[in-house]
């Protein structure tokens, strides 16, 4: 890639990307049945609690559960894969809210550019990547055909609690685990964008309201997905104290 190929202006740029094949249409399978195997899933959940006028699914959060732990991992895996992408396209998602430092090539500490990031392979930057973000608690949901959906318009920056972990979400993601039903897309408000289920396919885009969004019913069969945020790291974290 050119060294200033980062910052070449795109046209119709509006954030949102999909990276198909991120997991094969096999492990996809595999996680809906183990998903309608359990008898664990609730009702879906909004920010205002379970109100299934505004969001109507079956939900599993996975995160924290010793027997999906394996699941967990496969599919941190496979959004990181996306994300070293996502911020090849977008470099200053990552060095615009923070002034970061790395050492160069004869280990002197520099501003990193956008220009330095797209020159790093991925095992340089991963590490970059991993001290400033971390991934969020993975839910799968079900979507019931002809009945369920996520039809509010809604964003997923908000203030919440008093750690305000939800105002440390950067990006959204959801990967898709089937397809073969009509409609059940996911639909940007501003971008006037719709984006169509296909199995195995990762999609990623900022958390904010410039990317209100919302579910679409499921027809003619039901849709599942998996879905979190990648999140900054705490300022303890990056900055250190209490």
């Known amino acids: 890639m050119p060294a200033d190929a980062a910052l070449q202006p795109a046209a119709g740029l509006d954030f949102i990307e999909v990276y198909p094949d991120m997991l094969g249409r096999d492990e996809c399978a595999r996680l809906v049945a183990r998903l309608e195997a359990s008898a664990d899933t609730v009702p879906g959940r909004v920010g205002g609690g379970v109100l299934p006028e505004l969001?109507?699914?079956?939900?599993?959060?996975?995160?924290?559960?010793?027997?999906?732990?394996?699941?967990?991992?496969?599919?941190?895996?496979a959004v990181f894969r996306g994300v070293l992408a996502y911020l090849r396209r977008y470099p200053h998602a990552l060095i615009a809210p923070l002034m970061l430092e790395t050492p160069d090539a004869e280990g002197r500490r520099r501003r990193l550019t956008a220009e330095r990031l797209a020159d790093m392979d991925d095992e340089t930057l991963a590490p970059i990547v991993a001290t400033v973000l971390r991934p969020g608690s993975i839910n799968l949901q079900r979507y019931a055909a002809d009945r369920g959906g996520y039809p509010y318009w809604h964003c997923e920056l908000y203030p919440r609690d008093a750690r305000a972990e939800t105002l440390h979400r950067h990006l959204l993601w959801t990967l898709y685990l089937n397809d073969g039903f009509a409609a059940g897309e996911t639909e940007f408000l501003y971008q006037r964008r719709k984006i169509a289920p296909r199995a195995g396919s990762l999609l990623i885009a900022p958390a904010a309201f410039t990317h209100t969004h919302r579910g679409n019913r499921p027809q003619g069969g039901d849709k599942v997905i998996a879905t979190s945020w990648i999140l900054f790291q705490r300022a303890e974290q990056l900055f250190g104290g209490g």
């Open 55 to 77: 969001k109507d699914s079956r939900d599993l959060t996975i995160s924290g559960r010793p027997d999906w732990r394996e699941d967990e991992a496969l599919l941190n895996r």
